[in-house]
């Protein structure tokens, strides 16, 4: 019954959405392919991937930084998270553009003595500069969270081992702890990447004004149609959004063998499996002849 309540309503919604001559679907065909709409997607996904790969970077370190022995490292990681998860996005976009008004310039000298340059700091923190950073840095602090309890899943046991054959600490990180922890980091960072590409209509706060939102409200607010114009963004997003979503399901797919499929495990890095087996290994005198005694 609640199948047929559910199609009943689709249905309804699908009929609405054709006959209703309001939504002005000759407008939408107009302007889905607008060379101006095209370019402005084409700013929102430079500006998502570019956001992603500065935050993925900060949250690695960041995460590192927290499972630190080092206080200082350790305050400095979870400041850097309090204060980016603390206050909106869009103010930290805003502070971002008014930074010049802030430092005018960028000078380097002897401190109290002359300076040896300086530089205008419009000239450096452009607007797809300032909305890069102020995008990538509010999202590295969401970011260090996933990658710390990614990094914390991952038993101790494997790092004694790795230590045990006598692996530096970078390379136990790199080849031992992140191939494991990636099946926990993946999925929510893959939200978080989807999440970035809607976060990006933000960026008239800087102000940047070439994503796809203010593209489609420009030509909105000339042609004096809203709702069509809303409905191309929208398209848009959804479109981007799925192919992320396809790409996310095959990375989960696959850091999630014999974890999530149910099927035989499959290593995900040589290195782990020979650390795991080292310890693990039980102790078999030389004398002992297995085969033999099950046979008994």
């Known amino acids: 019954m609640s199948a047929v309540v559910i199609l009943g309503l689709v249905a309804l919604m699908l009929q609405s959405m054709v006959t209703n001559p309001n939504f002005r679907w000759e407008i939408v065909g107009t302007y889905i392919l607008d ?70 310039k960028i000078s380097a000298g002897v401190p109290f003595g002359p300076e040896l340059f300086d530089l205008s700091t419009s000239s450096i923190i452009t607007p797809i ?21 990614g990094l914390k899943s991952v038993d101790k046991g494997q790092t004694e081992a790795a230590e045990a054959l006598g692996m530096s600490d970078a390379k136990i990180m790199w ?12 999925p929510p960072t893959g939200n978080e990447t989807i999440g970035m590409l809607k976060t990006t209509s933000l960026v008239l706060a800087v102000p ?9 409200n420009a030509l909105a607010n000339r042609t004096y149609q809203p709702i069509p114009l809303l409905i191309v963004a929208a398209i848009w ?24 499929s149910g ?23 030389p004398g002992t002849d297995l085969p033999k005694e099950e046979a008994k």
């Open 175 to 186: 080849r031992i702890i992140l191939p494991q922890a990636m099946r926990i980091i993946v």
């Open 35 to 104: 060379v101006k709409v095209v370019q402005g997607m084409g700013w929102t996904l430079l500006l998502t991937v570019a956001s992603m790969a500065i935050a993925v970077v900060l949250a690695i370190l960041l995460a590192v930084m927290r499972q630190s022995d080092n206080p200082i490292f350790r305050w400095s990681s979870w400041l850097w998270v309090w204060f980016f998860r603390g206050t909106p996005v869009y103010t930290q976009l805003v502070f971002w553009g008014l930074l010049a008004v802030l430092y005018p």
């Open 129 to 149: 500069a300032a909305a890069i950073l102020g995008l990538a840095l509010n999202e590295s602090a969401y970011l260090a969270e996933i990658f710390r309890a």
């Open 237 to 260: 997003y959804l479109v981007i959004t799925s192919l992320l979503m396809v790409g996310q399901h095959y990375l989960e797919a696959y850091y999630g063998k014999g974890v999530d």
């Open 208 to 216: 940047f004004t070439l994503d796809l939102t203010f593209a489609t």
């Open 263 to 285: 099927q035989a495990a499959v290593a995900v890095n040589p290195a782990a499996a020979r650390a795991a087996a080292a310890v693990a290994a039980p102790q078999q005198s």
